[in-house]
């Protein structure tokens, strides 16, 4: 059986835990497996390499040196692992993510990857060698180094399992599995034993943070069945990710929050046909990823537009709009980053109009103000102030979830 | 003009420092030259790496991951370097060994320069762009990263100079230039405008510490000329390195320490032919350098070889004739690391008979007592106790220079 395995940064944070993650990948190849690896870079790393680059320039470092700066991290950790497993008698090889066939396009920062030459790859198993693979970084055409973004190795992990065609790709988190809401903040929140790649990419989407959605997508798209575990429970089942999931009974899957979000409003925009358009298209050009969008109604041929980004993006889409004011007319850029998301998610929620009815009324009995909603048809998400945000996750959970 | 600069880890350990090597570097691309730099990992990122290799495997981590794990410290000096020089507005790029076409052979840890494939090199020169190459590092044929051993950086920044034919190829240090004797213990060294290559080379090899051996020897075979500078005062004219150097009134150019020695020594060895090619060739076979040779005249038909190696090889040296304990009768292996070795160097040595005789005669003035003897046309070292070795650096240094 192929498995990939794929660890994040905080499972390998030092020697004691690298060691951890050491015996887990062993006792899987000692059953006569065939293991690939992928790690992340350990513990704080890659915050102490950004802090280096800031120290060096604290606005704009070029975005291609600092993928080459970042990718120094996992280089570290992946050696650091090999050498763990070769203390143990089992042969193994570290790869970084070009040595792994890793191409991807040239967005530095948030590269996607094009395709994987698994030649290398399948010749290290086929010597019996236990495979570490560097996630979140990859090459362009130009052979330069490029990196995934936030979350990167899950879709370095799914990649190699569709690439190989791998029988089991496990992701080890902090946690051990996914649940209906964030299990340190609501106390009801209930462990699913398994959940379907349409509501797991609503979940990921919507800051759940167990599972970055690209490799959602990625594993949706290639079919790749993931289970998500805890690396500190190992042995512990965790919570299976596929393609269908038999209806459970409770009708939402889960209730996530996202902190990361600020809310960025164009006032007074002069109001003529396909401003939206020029605005929105000038931001994906960006790759900047716009989530909720509001509309004002018009007033003296003018109106607002509020938009929702990450935090990260906040700073890229304020100057993209700056650079729109010679073709579009407005008064001024707002942003607010005081805002939180929070959402409900599951896949019979389609056919079952009440359940946003029933959300707001979870809110509005907890006395919080909704500023901005977005609805799909898995999901309903409102826009909220941040210091409500734990107070709403938890009403809301407690609404459907019993 | 093409100008190579190469920058050790201590002239960029922290962000200050960087920007000091980019004003440097700036300097000289704005009188419109074109500028290669070759770095070093910052300060100590290299300890500090080789510490969490111990961590996990304080004894013997493979050599091939060593190298994966001591070259992310490159890859993180040239991306900061890079950033400090966008912030001044300056076109530049970072390549890695690999990108920089570094091709080795697959010794890992002391890989040596098989070729360099300058095209990316070229190309981005060809751009207008100020080039940072990752020094120490390269690829083996099997696509491996490989490092080429202590000082390996010098030997980078000489094979571009060689491959790119550069007009200038310049070594910064903390010292500003190469000195008869080490001017922080021999208040009467002199610095020297110019020394011949085979002179540098005996001084590099015998630890005068201010250019790595392989890069002297390299840039002999290409005809580089070498300038060594001082990264703290880099406006001051430091000592050129070259093929010919007009004699100068001392005989010899420099005296120097290398307190990195063991010696080791086999113990009543039956006396056979053959067995010093037996011993020496294994040694030579697992790339252990080995300086010294002393053989005792025999005795009961057993004799007893004395030879020196680098303290880093000292466990290899010794496991490697331990290895050959059946095909070699021998009473036992021995070793003593409390050794330096001082010699003084000179071209003109060869045909002075009297230098040799009066080196000893400085030695048993200051009552330090000759353990081992070794010349060569250029050079005479002799093997002493490591307590004695400043003063007799001092001693030999005050009889040939003043």
């Not at 090999?82 to 070009?98: D, Q």
């Not at 990625?218 to 690396?231: C, D, Q, T």
């Not at 999931?245 to 996530?256: R, S």
């Not at 003018?302 to 993209?320: H, L, M, P």
Request: hydrophobic fraction near 40%; charged fraction near 25%.
């Amino acid at each position: 059986m192929l498995i990939v395995k794929k660890f994040g940064g905080s499972s390998v944070a030092d020697a004691k835990k690298v060691f951890n993650v050491a015996n887990l990948i062993v006792e899987d190849y000692k059953k006569g497996n065939d293991v690939i690896v992928v790690v992340s870079a350990q513990g704080d790393t890659t915050d102490d390499l950004i802090a280096k680059a800031k120290e060096i320039n604290p606005k704009n470092p070029s975005k291609r040196e600092m993928d080459m700066l970042l990718s120094a991290g996992e280089q570290i950790s992946i050696s650091l692992l090999a050498m763990a497993i070769e203390t143990m008698g089992c042969p193994v090889i570290s790869l970084l993510g070009w040595q792994a066939g890793f191409n991807t396009d040239s967005h530095h920062t948030v590269a996607r990857i094009k395709n994987i030459n698994g030649e290398r790859l399948k010749k290290e198993i086929d010597k019996k060698k236990i495979v570490i693979v560097a996630g979140f970084q990859g090459i362009n055409k130009y052979d330069d180094v490029t990196t995934l973004g936030r979350g990167g190795s899950d879709t370095s992990a799914v990649a190699i399992a569709a690439a190989l065609k791998a029988d089991l790709c496990q992701i080890y988190t902090d946690v051990d599995g996914v649940y209906t809401a964030d299990p340190r903040k609501v106390p009801n929140a209930q462990k699913m034993d398994a959940i379907c790649y349409d509501e797991m990419l609503e979940l990921a989407t919507l800051g759940a943070q167990v599972l970055n959605n690209r490799s959602v997508e990625m594993a949706k798209k290639y079919n790749v069945e993931l289970e998500v575990r805890s690396s500190l429970e190992p042995h512990k089942s965790g919570t299976i990710v596929k393609e269908k999931v038999k209806m459970e009974k409770t009708l939402i899957k889960g209730v996530a929050k996202d902190n990361n979000v600020a809310s960025i409003s164009i006032v007074e925009l002069e109001d003529k046909p396909g401003i939206a358009f020029k605005i929105f298209n000038k931001l994906a050009q960006a790759k900047i990823n716009v989530d909720i969008i509001l509309q004002s109604i018009g007033r003296n041929n003018t109106k607002d537009i509020t938009f929702t980004v990450s935090q990260d993006n906040r700073e890229d889409a304020i100057a993209v709009i700056e650079a729109l004011k010679d073709t579009l007319d407005f008064k001024a850029v707002t942003y607010d980053e005081g805002v939180s998301k929070v959402s409900i998610v599951g896949a019979g929620m389609e056919s079952n109009p009440g359940v946003a009815a029933k959300m707001f009324e979870a809110l509005f009995d907890a006395g919080i103000n909704i500023r901005m909603i977005s609805t799909s048809e898995i999901k309903v998400s409102v826009l909220i102030d941040e210091n409500k945000a734990d107070e709403a996750v938890i009403a809301v959970h407690d609404k459907f979830v019993n």
